[in-house]
């Protein structure tokens, strides 16, 4: 079975490519490299032996897009590709939708073209805005903060629409909650461009000495100890996440899930865990609340459990290893 993974080479993409490869499927990757490198290829051949077919294609523009579908048999695809930054959807609000929704149609309507009608779509947490109450059920309202949301929640719209019209359409959304650690090879991680927006690549530059203290954005929080609680689930279990969902893809129609671990923990216990597991000082003070920031966000990850067959099986003391483990080996090349 052939799977064209677009952002294949960007932080979770590469994580999933390489656990597909070594259940025996066949990876191309297409990716723009705005957020990668090509170097990644190298790492996941690294890691699994095979370097996975490679496309250096903007998914906005359809000639090239048409290019992998008429040289290749595509069986699915898992989109990843995609601008993720909040913050800079706020300063370029028109790049986010022209780039997430713009190569999220343009891929729908090639696929539809060639026959390809199994695509699995990276949804985020972000899409249930701040919610009323956790966990969270897929069948919460939904709502967005920012523009990033935004370009999530119309693209699950415009694919269920596509669904409707269509019924050979065979569509998982998967929300993703928070993402984090690294693959235990220490060869591919998450390598945010510039200072990180995110907690736990913003702990590795402060263990590093690259940063000089986290800023913890709040302790006033209606949370056990007032400092801002998320799900934060290992990429290894995201990735595996994908696999299951590629194995279950049988139903035509929209399946939507909750990728996250279903427990919460506060900013404070991930920097004291990340610390003890790794030896390391991560120097913080606490600062004003972030704006736009939810006190607590977690996953129900039962639908995932009963109907895909997976569930987390990595915990923090993982995540954190993972996570300084592949800084370590980036700061020794
Ligand atoms: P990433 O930036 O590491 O990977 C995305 C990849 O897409 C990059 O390699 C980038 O070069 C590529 N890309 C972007 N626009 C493209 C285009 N027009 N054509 C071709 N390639 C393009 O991000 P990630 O963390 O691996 O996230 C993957 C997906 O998961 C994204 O859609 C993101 O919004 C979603 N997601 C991520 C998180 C998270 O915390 N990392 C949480 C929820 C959802
Ligand atoms: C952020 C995005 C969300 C996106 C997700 C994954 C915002 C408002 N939300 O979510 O839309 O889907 O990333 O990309 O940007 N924290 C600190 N200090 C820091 C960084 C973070 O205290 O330097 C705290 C935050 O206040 C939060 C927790 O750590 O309580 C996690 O933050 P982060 O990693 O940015 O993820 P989210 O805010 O959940």
Redesign the pocket.
């Known amino acids: 079975m052939t799977i064209l993974v677009t952002g294949g080479t960007g932080y979770i993409g590469s994580h999933t490519a390489v656990e597909l490869i070594e259940r025996g499927y066949e990876v191309i990757i297409a990716d723009n490299l705005s957020n990668s490198s090509e170097s990644v290829l190298d790492r996941i051949e690294e890691i699994t032996g095979v370097k996975p077919k490679f496309y250096l294609i903007d998914l906005t523009e359809r000639e090239p897009t048409e290019k992998i579908f008429e040289e290749n048999k595509i069986d699915a695809v898992i989109h990843f590709a995609g601008l ?1 930054a ?2 800079e959807s706020w300063q370029k609000p028109a790049l986010y939708y022209r780039n997430n929704i713009t190569s999220s149609v343009v891929l729908a309507e090639v696929m539809a073209e060639h026959g390809c009608k199994k695509l699995i779509f990276s949804s ?3 899409v249930y805005g701040e919610p009323k109450s956790v966990p969270i059920s897929e069948d919460f309202p939904l709502s967005t ?2 523009p ?2 935004t370009t999530k929640l119309m693209i699950e719209k415009i694919y269920t629409d596509l669904a409707t019209s269509d019924k050979e359409w065979n569509i998982t959304l998967l929300r993703y909650f ?1 993402p984090i650690g690294a693959h235990k090879s220490g060869l591919i991680g998450e390598n945010p461009n510039g200072i990180p ?4 690549p ?1 702990i590795v530059k402060v263990a590093a000495g690259e940063l000089y203290q ?5 302790n006033d929080y209606p949370t056990p100890d007032g ?4 799900d934060y689930i290992h990429v290894t279990d995201l990735a595996l996440g994908h696999v299951a969902s590629i194995e279950k893809m049988t139903e035509p129609g929209v399946h939507i899930f909750n990728l996250g671990t279903g427990k919460g923990y506060s ?1 404070l216990e991930i920097v004291n865990a990340f610390e003890k597991v790794n030896g390391v000082k991560v120097p913080y003070v606490i600062t004003a ?2 704006p ?2 939810i006190p607590m ?1 977690y996953a129900n990850p039962d639908k995932a459990k009963s109907e895909l067959g997976w569930e987390t099986k990595l915990g923090l003391e993982d995540m954190c290893r993972s996570a300084w483990g592949y800084a370590v080996n980036k700061l020794k090349k």
């Not at 400092?227 to 998320?230: A, L, Q």
């Open positions: 993720k909040v913050g985020s947490a972000t903060t920012n990033y949301g928070n927006n995110n907690l736990m913003y986290l800023s913890v954005f709040g400092t801002g609680v998320r900013v609340r972030r736009g920031d966000c």
